[in-house]
C-alpha cells in the first residue's frame, strides 16, 4: 500500500484533502469547513451540543482496531448523546492529532470512517482542526442537534412506575473487546497464530463498529412517543440506570429473566471465564438507548418490527433492586453492579 | 501543597467537583452540565461553532506554563475564533484527558483558569468529558456563539482598496515563547539558576495568557462597523493574510512603517538573534483580529481609545507585497513570509 508522509501535504494540503471528502448536505448548514467558525441555522426552538473524546490506549488499542472503524465509531459515540436526548443531530466538528507514525493514506481511513458514518446519518461535517501529537492517536468530536422543547427526553424527568426499556441486546460490546484482547495476547506469545475470529463475530463487529440507534428515535416518532426519561448506554446498563434514578429521585425494580440477553453472551462468558452478568450489567460502550414511558402508552405500542425491549419500572422508594432468575433480590447500589 | 489522587475522586467526584465552581448565567442556556447533551437556545439567526485542541508537548509546554494560565488561554483560543467572525461567543465544552501524574489539585489549576476566562467573558461551560491520558495532558475546547446573519465577517469577502487593519501589536507572543525556551534550557544545564524574567514580561504574559479582542468587536459595534473581511491571527501575520487574499481572490500591499511594533520587538530579537519580521509577521498565537474596510469607513472611526492599526489596503492584482521600510517590495508569496 502506499505510503504518504504527512508532511509532504502540509497541515492545509491534509485539510484540503480532507474537505474534497465532504459536501454540505443540509440546508441548515450555511458555512461549512474554512473560515474560523461553522455556521449553522434551525427552525427548531433548541440547539443541542455534546463533545467527547478518543485516545490511542485509553478508548481504542490500533493494534486490533481498523482505522476506518474508528473513525465510524467516534461519530457513532457521538450522535448517541443527541439521540438519547430524542433529538437528531445534524452536524459535527472533529478534531484530530496525530503522530508522525501516520500516513496521509491512515489519516484518509480515519475520515472514510467519518464520511461513512456522516453518510449514512444524514451528518454534514463543519469544522474541526488537525495537529500533530507526540505519541499516538487523538480524536475529539462535537455533535450539534436541533429540537423543539416538547420533544427532549431528560434524564430526570423518570415517572414512577414508568416501564424501562432497553434497545437492541446487552453485553455483546465488552465480550467483543475481551475477544480481541485475548486473541491479541495470544499473537504477542505466538505471531505465526492466525486467530479465527469468525465464531465472534458479532461481538467484535458491536465493540468495533457500533451502531447510534436513529432508528429507535424514528420509531418514537412515528407513533408520537416522546419517552419520559431516557440515557445512551456507554458505562452500562447498571451505570445509567442510577443515572435515571438519581436525576429523577427514584428506584427502579428490573428483572433478569427479562434482559435482552442472547444465548452466545452466556457461552462465551463462560469460555472467558467471566460472570455473565458483568457483561450485561456492567459492559459499557454498547450505545443502545435506556428509556422509560408511562404503562398506557407502552402497551398501546406494537414491538414487532423494532428491538425495544422492558425490563422493569421505576418505584417511590428508592430501591434499586435487580430481581434474580432465582427469585432473589439483588441491590444495584451506587456503586453499580458489583461482581456478587 | 496538598495532593489528592484523581482516583480517590473518581470520575463522578471529579465532574461534581468540576460543576460546583460554574453557574449559569446566559439565558440562553437552558441546560448545562449532566445530561447526555448541553441545550441552548437563541433570538438570533445563526449559530458559530468552532473546535480546537491543544495537547502538552506540541502546544504547550507545562514546564513553564502554570495550569491557571493554560486552561485561561484553552478559552481565549476559541473565543477568538468567534470574535473574529464578528459575533460573541456564549457557550463552551470542554474536553481534558489526564495521566495520573496530575492530581485534582491541579486539574482545579486548570479549571480555575477556565472559570476566570468564562467570568470574564460572559461565557457558559456547557459540556464536556474528563478522562484518562497514557502520557500528559489533552484538552480539547468547541465553543458555541450567536449572530445575524448581516452581522457576521467573513475570509472571503474582503473588497478591492479595503483598508487592512490589525489589532494590538505584533511579535510579542513569538517572542515570548523563545525567551520561555530559553530560560528552559539554561536551566536544564544550570538548575541554581533562577532566571530574572521581569525584563520579559509583556512578551511572557502575550504568550501565556493571550488575551481574546472582544473589545475591538465591541468597538465595530458601538460604531456600527461590520468589518468586510476578519480573522483573528494564530498562525501570524502573513499566513492570515494569505488566507483573507486566497479566499477573497485579492492581492494586498501592507507597508513595514506602519506595522504596529513595539520597541522592545526589536532589541529582543537582536538579543534573541532572529530577525524582528520573523516575529511580526510569522509569530502565531497573538489572537489579535487581522480585518478590513471601505476607506470611507475607516476615516470616520476614532481611534483614540483602541489599538487599531491600518498597515495597507486590498488590491485588484493579486501581489502579494510588504514595501519594506528602504522601499523595497518584498512578496509574500503562497508560503508566507520566508526569511529573507
Redo the contacts between chains.
Sequence with gaps: MKRTEINELGEFGIINRINSKFRKNHKTT??GI?????????DK?????????L?????FDLSYTPLKHLGYKLVMVNL???F??N?YPN?I?I?L?ISNKFSVEAIDEIYDGIKYACDEYNIDL????T??????L?M?C????YGDKKQ?S???KAKVDDIICVSGNLGRAYLGLLVLQREKNKFIHDPKNQPDLSKYKKVIEKQLRPKARKDIIDFFNSNKIIPNSM??ISDGLSSELLHISN?SDLGFKIFEEKLPIESEIYSLSKELNIDYMEAVLSGGEEYELLFSMPLDKFENLNLDKIDITPIGHFTKNKKRILVQKDGKNIDLNTKGWIHF
Excluded at 474554512?34 to 434551525?42: K, S
Excluded at 485516545?55 to 478508548?59: F, L, R
Excluded at 463543519?126 to 482542526?129: A, F, I, K, R, T
Design positions: 450555511i458555512l474554512g473560515d474560523d467558525a461553522a455556521i449553522t441555522n434551525t426552538e433548541l440547539i443541542l451540543t455534546s463533545s467527547d473524546m485516545i490511542e490506549g485509553i478508548h448517541s448523546d443527541i438519547s436526548m433529538c452536524h466538528l478534531n492529532a463543519v469544522g474541526g482542526d495537529s500533530s501529537s507526540i505519541s499516538g487523538i475529539s462535537t455533535v450539534i442537534g427532549i431528560y434524564r430526570d440515557i445512551d436525576s
